[in-house]
């Protein structure tokens, strides 16, 4: 694949999707977060990188590019019938906060920020918010003071390791390297992770734009069902990254344009859907990526991108693929 790494450097697995993985699959990676990532274990009020969270990812890709239940039973394990060990060691190792302290700077909902941080800022059952310690007070406008010990602020970096324990079966190897490839560059974990937060980048492995073009066009060939749409203007830090996120979410959303999509969702559709009747996840997914250039500088860019209908189930009622015209160019 163009402008991917040959060998990983730590490890020697190949990880390139058109190269082979080696019968006993050892890949190690840095991932440092590009945007602020809200994960966390039994307390949800305190930033934890799960190695379930990580495999549940990677699960998600797989099964995106057309894995079957045989398959990822296969790979990932089940405890549906006789049951099976899944093959895949997961480790989450040198977790590292950065030094930032993550404080959006929005006091009433018409600020922007407001709409995309509006389920960090609502507290959930327990009355205490993800985002604040002391919300922030529309009337005075005073600014919240941020939940420091519930997020990991961009910057922040963990090392992943995958093995192999056993050798993958040889009909799902091709499909389940180029998942590996898609969520290194296109993965995210965390509360709000389909809307920019929780994204990374491979710290060791940098990539040029073509580079993730090529990848993409991979995915669209095992599944082309699979939507990507890049921004056409590329930035050269990450600050405005959620806010060109939160705009292009409002503007697909809005009543002018969105249609079944609705502002506020109160239906299912391809944006997701929280409320009585149950919940649906969403979809597409607004994601940055950092990107290199010829020169040697840093960008960054966002991508938005729509899994498959087929992942969603296909018994449902509500059309739930943005068609082109809702993207704003």
């Not at 990880?15 to 307390?43: E, H, W, Y």
């Not at 390791?161 to 040889?170: C, F, G, Q």
């Not at 990450?238 to 969702?265: C, H, M, W, Y």
């Amino acid at each position: 694949m163009a402008q991917e790494p040959s060998r990983n450097r730590k490890t020697g697995g190949r990880v390139r999707s058109q190269d082979g993985i080696s019968i006993a699959m050892k890949i190690q990676a840095t991932l440092n977060f590009i945007t602020p990532c809200f994960c966390a274990g039994a307390n949800r009020l305190e930033a934890e990188i799960r190695a379930p969270s990580i495999r549940g990812e990677l699960r998600w890709w797989f099964r995106c590019l057309g894995g079957t239940k045989q398959a990822e039973d296969a790979i990932f394990g089940s405890v549906a019938g006789n049951g099976c060990a899944s093959l895949l060691q997961v480790r989450v190792s040198d977790i590292t906060r950065a030094n930032e302290i993550y404080s959006p700077t929005h006091t009433q909902l018409t600020d922007p920020g407001a709409y995309l941080h509006y389920y960090l800022d609502v507290p959930p059952q327990n009355g205490q918010s993800r985002l604040w310690t002391t919300p922030p007070d529309p009337k005075t406008r005073r600014r919240g003071v941020p939940r420091r010990e519930s997020c990991l602020p961009a910057g922040s970096s963990f090392v992943l390791r995958l093995h192999a324990m056993r050798r993958i079966p040889d009909e799902y190897r091709e499909q389940f390297k180029l998942a590996i490839c898609a969520m290194l560059r296109f993965g995210s974990i965390g509360f709000r992770h389909t809307r920019g937060f929780g994204a990374w980048n491979w710290s060791e492995e940098p990539i040029f734009f073509s580079g993730l073009e090529q990848l993409t066009k991979e995915v669209q060939k095992v599944a082309p069902d699979f939507s990507f749409w890049f921004a056409p203007n590329a930035a050269n830090n990450r600050d405005g990254l959620l806010n060109q996120i939160e705009t292009r979410l409002k503007a697909i959303r809005k009543p002018s344009t969105a249609g079944v999509q609705g502002f506020p969702a109160r239906n299912p559709t391809a944006l997701g859907h929280t409320g009585a009747h149950g919940r649906q996840a969403s979809a597409v997914r607004f994601r940055p990526v950092q990107i290199q250039t010829k020169k040697g500088d840093t960008q960054y860019r966002v991508v938005i991108f729509q899994a498959p209908d087929r992942v969603l189930g296909a018994n449902v009622s509500e059309p739930r693929r943005i068609v082109p015209e809702f993207i704003p160019k």
